[in-house]
């Protein structure tokens, strides 16, 4: 009679990803001047022992290469801490924390520490030529403020975390450049053009979302550049200028009109004078021409009658 290995089901979870934690350091002041006392006092007990001609010579060199070992020892934990940086302490390969404290520090002399930068940085995207959400071409590059916040993430979640955050930055603008257009259609849609504050906030939010996994936190992003490629730049000025102008006769035709309005109200109120349907037509039409030509408007005298 055989027996079948039971069978395992389900998924595998995964691994646990580093956390910062703070690394065990004491001030180093005190130690450097423990290890340089060490150091010279080894230099001392090994000078006198050339002076020994029995076993008490090597007994002395004994003890003086013991507290040379020390003092070297202790001069090796010594580790600077410069504002604005921090390290990463690893001890046989092994996160075993991280010091931001600046200063001089001691730690296990025996540790690797990795520096690693928590100022807030600049990164500039290059200019990238992507088709809006109307498939239409265009240039846009942005600027991200970035900082490291958990730096235990930043060396053993991710490969070259500068790297890291410059190719996530420039793959969002990418993405929210072909998910807007860059002027809108109709009215209540966002666009890349009209729409700066949302756009620029959208921006940040999913920059930090990709690189959240790195330890790295998004102080802001704002597009530097925003515009349409060469190739259709005219065409697009010239639909531009095109809608402005209907724009603009739109509004003239809308105040002409209540203008006309107006005149013919305040003159029938004040009983200035009675006009016919004829009459008002008339005077409708010449308001008009007057009012919404471009050119400077002529005066005619009018001599006769109307009716004639």
Not at 39 to 54: F, P, T
Not at 224 to 251: C, D, F, K, N, P
Request: proline letters at 3%; a positive charge; aromatic letters at 4%.
């Amino acid at each position: 009679m055989t027996t079948q290995a039971p069978v395992r089901t389900g998924q595998q979870s995964a691994p646990a990803q580093v956390a910062e934690q703070k690394a065990w350091s004491t001030p180093g002041i005190k130690v450097l001047v423990l290890g340089i006392a060490g150091v010279l006092a080894a230099v001392a007990i090994l000078w006198s022992s050339g002076k020994q001609k029995d076993g008490t010579a090597t007994a002395l060199i004994w003890v003086g290469v013991v507290v040379l070992i020390a003092a070297v020892l202790l001069l090796a934990g010594l580790t600077p801490v410069a504002p604005g940086q921090a390290r990463v302490i690893q001890l046989f390969g092994k996160y075993r924390g991280t010091t931001r404290a600046p200063g001089l520090q001691w730690v296990n002399p025996f540790t690797r520490r990795i520096t690693v930068s928590t100022r807030i940085r600049n990164l500039e995207t290059a200019q990238a030529k992507v088709n809006d959400a109307d498939g239409n071409p265009i240039e846009i590059a942005a600027v991200v403020v970035w900082q490291v916040q958990d730096t235990a993430k930043a060396i053993y979640a991710v490969d070259e975390y500068p790297k890291f955050v410059a190719i996530q930055a420039e793959t969002a603008v990418r993405h929210v450049a072909s998910s807007y257009p860059y002027t809108s259609q109709r009215e209540g849609q966002l666009s890349l053009r009209e729409n700066a504050e949302e756009i620029t906030g959208r921006l940040s939010a999913e920059i930090a979302d990709r690189v959240r996994s790195a330890g790295v936190a998004v102080v802001e992003s704002r597009l530097t550049r925003l515009s349409y490629a060469a190739e259709i730049a005219q065409a697009m000025l010239r639909q531009q200028q095109a809608s402005a102008v209907v724009g603009a006769r739109r509004t003239i035709v809308e105040g002409a009109v209540g203008m006309v309005q107006l005149a013919l109200q305040r003159l029938e109120e004040n009983h200035v004078v009675d006009l016919d349907e004829e009459r008002k037509a008339a005077m409708v039409s010449n308001l008009l021409v007057v009012l919404c030509s471009e050119q400077a408007t002529q005066q005619v005298v009018n001599t006769g009658s109307l009716y004639q």
